[in-house]
């Protein structure tokens, strides 16, 4: 059996018009038992939306289970669930140095397809908020490809602002992809 650590409930508001948030959604800190489980789903963004990570699909593919728990530690993995299968994960790294552990940085945010408009991304957001507050964070950080409109939409809707843009954050066949920088006070 799984151990499961911070059950936390679906929070805050829903977007304009219809709100398609399913009830129940909930986010939970992953431990390394999830290792497999977000493997396999980071795996897909990665394969699904190449253009906006930093990592790389073949690079993470060659990657056996035991590499992927040892990965996770360090850094907090959030996921959420829906029958069984995690469909959605996001990532909380806090420095150790005194100077600059007021900050978060939220990385390998992906919501699957299927699981797009059902309150996941909120679920998401809402634990690592809740547990960076817990931590002492005071500032939230986060970068989105520039044109990844969905994204910087629902990062702003969030509460995030843009501070700058990053030029050729990532470089895919030989292109340069800006990234947005984004901040959010806590």
């Known amino acids: 059996m799984r151990e499961r650590r911070r059950l936390l409930p679906l929070q805050g508001g829903g977007r304009e018009g219809v709100d398609r948030r399913e009830s129940g959604l909930n986010a939970r800190l992953l431990t390394h038992s999830d290792a497999a489980a977000l493997g396999g789903l980071r795996l897909r963004g990665l394969l699904e939306h190449p253009l906006d990570f930093g990592a790389d699909h073949d690079e993470e593919a060659a990657w056996s289970v035991t590499e ?18 995690l469909i959605a994960c996001a990532s909380l790294r806090i420095p150790e140095r005194v100077k600059l552990r007021h ?84």
């Open 68 to 85: 992927w728990a040892r990965r996770m530690m360090g850094t907090l993995w959030f996921g959420v669930e829906r029958g069984g299968a």
């Open 103 to 186: 900050n978060g940085w939220i990385n390998a945010m992906y919501v699957a397809a299927e699981a797009q408009g059902s309150g996941a991304g909120d679920a998401i957001m809402d634990a690592i908020e809740a547990e960076a507050r817990a931590r002492g964070v005071t500032l939230l950080k986060l970068y989105a490809r520039e044109n990844n409109s969905r994204a910087c939409a629902f990062y702003r809707r969030r509460g995030f602002e843009a501070y700058g843009v990053e030029p050729d954050a990532t470089v895919v066949g030989g292109v340069g992809y800006g990234a947005l920088e984004m901040a959010k006070r806590l």
